[in-house]
């Protein structure tokens, strides 16, 4: 079935990085975007940027501009998302999600299905 | 930046009552190429990702039961679950796709009463 299983929590510094991992399951991982959402421990959904696996191409939104990179390995139909210089408001669960249909001119970013997520905690 | 509202925040229902969420874009998110709203609606149960429940505003996604609606056009949606069921119990969220960023809702918390 489709799927994304994203790699285990992670306990991180203040100034460290993280790299979280969504592996792709049960569709073509080429043909797709790939999409990163996360949320803070109790607060709602904020979407942080996507990237088009077929391309290469990526749209991160601005507050994460220069601290985020978003890359995958098709070979391995993987999803990387890097975030550094990691502050104690970085601490959340980070979400991949794949946009639900692969439409030509990528309009069609409703978002299924997720990843389980992801726990990052940055502390000192 | 589209700015998503959504209200209330939070509401609480009795078994078996429909319950509606209100969310509204600070702008039109009217894709005129599809003639389709960018609209999509997820729920959160504690502890699990989100789920897609509805998209383009009102297509409900495989396997979501049909007491669940989405209605609206341009700036102003509803999402309706019609006639309450214990497993509903979540946090309802509204996302707009039409441009980047991405914006989603604050959210809306279901309870049963």
């Known amino acids: 079935q489709v799927q994304l299983v994203q790699s285990g929590p992670e306990v991180k510094k203040p100034g460290a990085s993280v790299k979280v991992s969504c592996k792709a399951s049960?569709?073509?991982?080429?043909?797709?975007?790939i999409h990163w959402v996360r949320q803070a421990p109790g607060q709602g959904l904020e979407w942080m940027g996507w990237?088009?696996?077929?391309?290469?191409?990526?749209d991160y939104v601005q507050k994460f501009q220069g601290r985020v990179t978003m890359t995958t390995d098709t070979s391995a139909t993987t999803a990387y998302m890097e975030l550094r210089s990691l502050r104690s408001d970085d601490t959340a669960v980070y979400y991949c999600?794949?946009?639900?249909?692969?439409?030509?001119?990528?309009?069609?970013?409703?978002?299924?299905?997720w990843g389980q997520g992801t726990l990052v905690t940055v502390s000192s | 930046d589209i700015v998503m509202t959504q209200s209330p925040d939070s509401l609480v229902a009795s078994l078996g009552e429909r319950a509606t969420i209100n969310c509204k874009s600070s702008?039109?998110?009217?894709?005129?190429?599809?003639?389709?709203?960018?609209l999509a609606w997820y729920s959160q149960k504690p502890g699990q990702p989100p789920k897609l429940l509805i998209y383009?505003?009102?297509t409900r996604q495989s396997g979501v039961p049909d007491r669940f609606s989405g209605s609206g056009s341009g700036t102003d949606f509803t999402l309706t679950i019609g006639g309450l069921q214990a497993e509903d119990v979540a946090v309802y969220y509204c996302?707009?796709?039409?441009?980047?960023?991405?914006?989603f809702g604050g959210g809306t918390k279901v309870e049963i009463k």
């Open positions: 996302q707009q796709y039409y441009s980047s960023p991405f914006t």
């Open positions: 999600a794949r946009a639900g249909e692969n439409c030509p001119d990528a309009t069609c970013n409703w978002l299924d299905p």
């Open positions: 702008r039109t998110i009217l894709h005129s190429s599809y003639n389709k709203n960018s």
């Open positions: 383009w505003a009102s």
């Open positions: 049960g569709f073509p991982f080429n043909s797709y975007l």
């Open positions: 990237i088009n696996v077929y391309n290469g191409n990526r």
